[in-house]
């Protein structure tokens, strides 16, 4: 679990971890990314244990998730973002997915709790790489992920920490793991979401233009997919169209719609880039229905 200034979120997300049924013991190991060690010494540890350590590799989300793939010592590996929520019989229904020895990767469905409600969101049971290239499929949310440690520490490998910004670090060891075995998910909503407050990557727009151009150089399958390509294209066009270079988001837009005609996110993208609507209004809008950009 990487962490930074979230203490009372923390201790919610671990609290959670603890809680889990019919699963025990567990290993919590709490990665601090810049900022001093808690040990949540005032948290009810029950068979579990907790070890608190500080982000040894590039600072960041990917750096501190590395971190504390190699400090774990158990042959599966759980994410759980420090301002997320597992439901407590979560693992007990995740875990026996890997009685097939092809999945390297397992989620749940998630329900999203935002300013506008509750949102549940189920997931499909079993993922293929072209799934994952055509949709991001965000019921596939990495607060969810269960993972091989032997997948992660040398089978596709770990985060990769040169995504700019670490931004789609998740969706990019998806496709890393779709390529190299099966991910499967319970479809129930196991997983609790919280969109109700600011996330890390609100307005961080040239990190997601950056991490985006970096995903679809990274992984030349999306040719396969028009629909893929222009999502991600209609995405890099938004956010152009939210730092106001209208050039760009133009070109981006154009790109993602001859991939694709029906691309929404390239249209808004035009609507924000020539001020019409801010990028940030469409944004909070579609959060508040448990939907992103």
Partial sequence: MATRD?????????????????????????????????????LERGPHTLRAVNNTRTAGLAGARNTGILEASAPLIAFCDDDDEWKPGKLAAQLPLFEDPGVVLTATGIEIHSAGGTHERLSPATVELDDLLRSRITELHPSSFVIRAEALKTGFGLVDEELPASYGEDYDLLLRAAKFGRVAAVPEAHTIIHWDRTSYFSEKWQGIVDGLSYLLAKHPEFTRSGEGQARIEGQIAFAHGALGDRPQARSWARRAIGHDARQPRAYLAMLVGMGFVSGERVVSALNKRGRGM
């Fill in 6 to 42: 979230r203490p009372q979120l923390l201790r919610r997300a671990v609290a959670s971890v603890f809680a889990q049924e019919h699963v025990h013991p567990i290993e919590v190991v709490l990665v601090y990314d810049g900022t001093p060690i808690d040990e949540l010494e005032d």
